[in-house]
């Protein structure tokens, strides 16, 4: 069976073999065009994500088990009731980029199609906002024009607010072996973070927190400057003279400055774009979430234009998409300031999306942009909300406010496939979605191509589909007749005839080509990138390579930008500005990765990395626990230093929940700033102060899968799964032996113990001759064999001297992993200290004698790491 990987926008292609034991082997199918057989470790352990632990199995009403029927009536029947006592702009839907296409063209159409507001926005608003509208003041319409191929033919690739070796592996992996094949191609990063992304780089800009589009400015003027504007290109072009006479102060001696570069680094940049024939731009995160995200992308795309570097294999402005479906979700009309198809809010749009729909309800202004939202239900004006496979109470900035909003709001209605969420703790009504492996429908990555997500095991409990549980609450609402498909592939053509109706070439989005597909060709679709039509039955890898557009007069446009900083400054009481975003082997809030023993092994506990010096100034030594603070919150991580941290900035992982740690949830920190264009959050920087955390103990406790605990009574714990045993690393206060006693009745088991002078304490339960428990304590964090006292619970502990090995918490030397650098084979980093003191010296050697760095490259940068520090350590 060959599926789609339902992780990030690269949309990888998976073939999902089932194995005598029930479960299943997923790898990266290798005709897949997106990845060709490539896949990250997340995509690898897919399988390892399709037990029913944590699932929401069945419909609940105020917490109470109720059937199908009973549900839906009573979200119909809230939704009416609220409707008809306070008007349909009280009611919303709040989407995510996890759903399918089928799934979003559904809860559009009943949004704004039927209820007849554009209350649905969706947390694709929280990644792609900004590149959407830098898209559609450019091009005339949301039209990536790039594909992966580019990679191949580009000599000079930039990544900018993109560590895609750890978002985006595979298309980072691509990109890796496309330098391999052309050494002569240049890679710039630029990004104020040392990441992973660098290792490929031929030059970083670690530019000021925030600069992006004084750099971008000042390259357009420096084209202007050195003949390197595409004369054949100004035809096709608007705004050129407004944008250069904006671009015309930034010099590069005033984009140094203000970059807080040095002014050969910038002219270094600018030179290697003149000479750059092809010119391909990948951007992320790191520009759309930002106060002015989308004039930093029109930035990106000035250069482009002005360049002619656009519309041919190896260049373009290439927005990498966060989620597997930002993209098909933006194709259907999913954010609240666009109608389906990539139609807009005019006259004719709304005039031809009713007749289409049948329907003289559709609405006629956007709706509530998702940060205005929350904040709209805080101040009670939206009485109820339908959250749709997402979790605001953690992705949303300014998360008490949104806590505040939620616990507020008359009727919260929640479709997920997860049991406990943050956002699920505050729902009146629980409807058990689909996941992945179940579900059926399709997907658009980054690239613009369609693939299939197919389903190939049995629903968990009573689990539904998205579109189904959407239409049929529709029906109850009396929209029958416009919802009464039968299988998804009715409304995939559904949502492909509206593509191209009344279409006539003005609009970029068009697969009417694949309208008239039976159920059969639906279920057998191959990947393919859209417009999918009459002029390109095939697809089409490339727009724009005829130089016309999507605005009315068919050119593109340039627009004047005005590069400012971030809306929150550091200052005397906030000295640091706070960066967040991805790690390697987590997905978002990690409801499903989270659940996954190898991914957790990596980063097992949230993590704040400081700069040596500014942890010096702040006395915080590697591994303390710090308290981060804002302005809006705060929480409490450990200290990670790194030299590859920008001094005065700090990196904060955005992952962690109530779920898996105490208070590690980062946007309570983030404010709602927003950029005044897109509505997305500015989420890269914060300002905050660290203190160090001060606990009198602190431990780290494991138990078997098969005891039950219900409340973790620490001051602070992270949680971390294991194959057989979960661990929590706490701090507490009091005595730690005292703790133990009040947090489990230890009666029925046999105890062994060790007590040691201060805090020390060491305890193991062993029940029927098996490990249950381990608990370890001292002052400070005790240093142990993790992944060799988790072993003990998996397999049977026979000898007297492996279980003081236990009691101590390590392994002989011989026998010890360490931390887990390569989670594909499970290889750790003593191990690799050990194979590079042996002679294996290159990331090849290692990866021949122990496998590490040979299936989704991800840890090839930390590989290299530990060669070079072997290197500093022993010199010659």
């Not at 420096?222 to 072009?237: C, V």
Request: net charge neutral.
């Amino acid at each position: 069976m060959n599926s789609t990987c339902p992780y990030c926008g690269v949309g990888c292609g998976v073939k999902v073999t089932p194995q005598p034991s029930g479960a299943f082997q997923v790898e990266g199918d290798t005709q897949h065009p997106a990845n060709q057989g490539r896949l990250c470790v997340k995509g690898a352990a897919l399988g390892e994500t399709l037990g029913h632990q944590g699932r929401l199995l069945y419909p609940q009403v105020n917490g109470q088990r109720v059937s199908w029927d009973e549900a839906l009536q009573q979200v119909a029947s809230d939704l009416q009731q609220i409707i008809d006592n306070y008007g349909a702009q009280a009611v919303a839907f709040y989407a995510s980029g996890q759903l399918l296409t089928e799934d979003y063209y559904v809860a559009n159409k009943l949004m704004k199609g039927f209820i007849g507001v554009g209350n649905i926005d969706t947390n694709s608003r929280l990644c792609m906002a900004s590149a959407v509208v830098g898209y559609k003041r450019a091009f005339g319409a949301d039209a990536v024009p790039c594909c992966y191929d580019d990679f191949d033919h580009s000599d000079l690739v930039i990544l900018v607010g993109s560590n895609a070796a750890w978002a985006h592996p595979v298309a980072y992996q691509r990109l890796v072996a496309a330098k391999k094949q052309r050494p002569d191609m240049q890679v710039v990063v630029i990004d104020p973070r040392r990441t992973a992304t660098c290792d490929l780089a031929d030059l970083h800009l670690p530019l000021r927190p925030g600069s992006d589009a004084a750099l971008f400015n000042g390259l357009l003027h420096w084209l202007s400057q050195h003949q390197a504007i595409d004369s054949s290109m100004l035809p096709q072009l608007d705004g050129v003279e407004a944008a250069l006479a904006a671009a015309q102060p930034w010099d590069s001696r005033a984009v140094a400055e203000f970059c807080q570069l040095e002014q050969a680094q910038v002219e270094a940049f600018y030179q290697r774009v003149v000479a750059s024939h092809n010119l391909l731009t990948l951007y992320c995160m790191g520009i759309n979430q930002s106060g002015s995200g989308s004039d930093k992308c029109n930035a990106i795309i000035n250069v482009h234009l002005l360049s002619g570097k656009i519309g041919r294999a190896g260049s373009g402005p290439f927005s990498l998409t966060g989620q597997p479906n930002a993209m098909g979700g933006r194709e259907v009309g999913g954010l609240a300031n666009q109608l389906a198809a990539h139609m807009n809010f005019e006259p004719d749009d709304i005039d031809r999306l009713q007749r289409f729909w049948h329907s003289d309800r559709v609405a006629r202004q956007p709706g509530l942009k998702a940060v205005e939202l929350f904040q709209a239900i805080e101040r009670g004006e939206v009485k109820a909300v339908w959250i749709m496979g997402t979790n605001p109470a953690v992705s949303l900035p300014d998360g008490h406010r949104v806590a505040q909003a939620l616990a507020r709001c008359d009727k919260v209605i929640v479709s997920d496939v997860s049991q406990h969420t943050d956002t699920t703790a505050w729902a009146d009504i629980l409807l058990p979605a689909q996941g992945w492996g179940e579900k059926n429908g399709t997907v658009t990555n980054s690239e613009r191509r369609i693939s299939r997500q197919r389903g190939f095991v049995a629903a968990a409990g009573e689990a539904r589909p998205d579109w189904w549980i959407l239409a049929e609450v529709a029906k109850r609402m009396g929209f029958a007749d416009a919802f009464s498909w039968q299988h998804p592939a009715d409304i995939f053509r559904e949502h492909a005839a509206l593509s191209g109706f009344e279409n006539h070439g003005t609009r970029a989005f068009d697969i009417s080509g694949l309208a008239q597909l039976t159920n059969a060709q639906w279920d057998a679709l191959q990947p393919l990138q859209w417009p999918v039509n009459a002029q390109y039955p095939q697809g089409c890898a490339r727009l724009f390579s005829e130089r016309t557009f999507f605005h009315a007069n068919g050119k593109a446009r340039l627009l004047p930008i005005s590069p400012r900083l971030p809306v929150a400054q550091v200052s005397a009481g906030w000295p640091l500005m706070m960066n967040t975003g991805r790690i390697r082997d987590q997905w978002h809030t990690m409801t499903r990765t989270g659940s996954v023993p190898r991914l957790m092994q990596h980063h097992n506990q949230p993590f704040v990395e400081i700069h040596p010096q500014d942890a010096r100034q702040h006395q915080i030594n590697e591994g303390d626990l710090v308290r981060v603070q804002s302005a809006t919150g705060w929480l409490v991580v450990r200290a990670q230093l790194s030299g590859g941290q920008q001094r005065g900035s700090v990196f904060v992982p955005m992952h962690w929940t109530r779920q898996f740690a105490a208070q590690a949830n980062v946007d309570l920190l983030v404010s709602a700033h927003l950029c005044p264009e897109s509505g997305q959050p500015e989420s890269k920087q914060t300002p905050v102060r660290l203190r160090r955390w001060h606990s009198d103990w602190q431990g780290e406790l494991f138990l078997r899968d098969t005891v039950t605990v219900t409340d973790i009574r620490a001051l602070w714990w992270a949680r971390t799964p294991y194959p057989a045993a979960t661990r929590y690393t706490l701090a507490a206060d009091g005595d730690p032996q005292q703790w133990l006693s009040r947090q489990f009745d230890l009666s029925e088991l046999t105890l062994q113990y060790a007590d040691g002078q201060g805090m020390f304490r060491r305890v193991l339960g062993w029940q029927s001759g098996e490990l249950v428990l381990a608990f370890y304590a001292d002052g400070v964090r005790p240093q142990l064999d993790e992944a060799f006292i988790a072993a003990a619970f998996s397999q049977p502990v026979q000898t007297a001297q492996h279980r003081h090995a236990l009691l101590a918490g390590y392994a002989a030397q011989s026998e010890a992993k360490g931390r887990t650098v390569c989670s594909c084979f499970g290889v750790g980093e003593q191990q690799i200290v050990a194979a590079i003191a042996s002679g294996c010296v290159t990331p090849e050697a290692l990866g021949k004698k122990l496998q590490c760095g040979t299936n989704c490259g991800s840890c090839i940068p930390e590989l290299k790491q530990l060669i070079t520090r072997s290197e500093i350590i022993q010199p010659g």
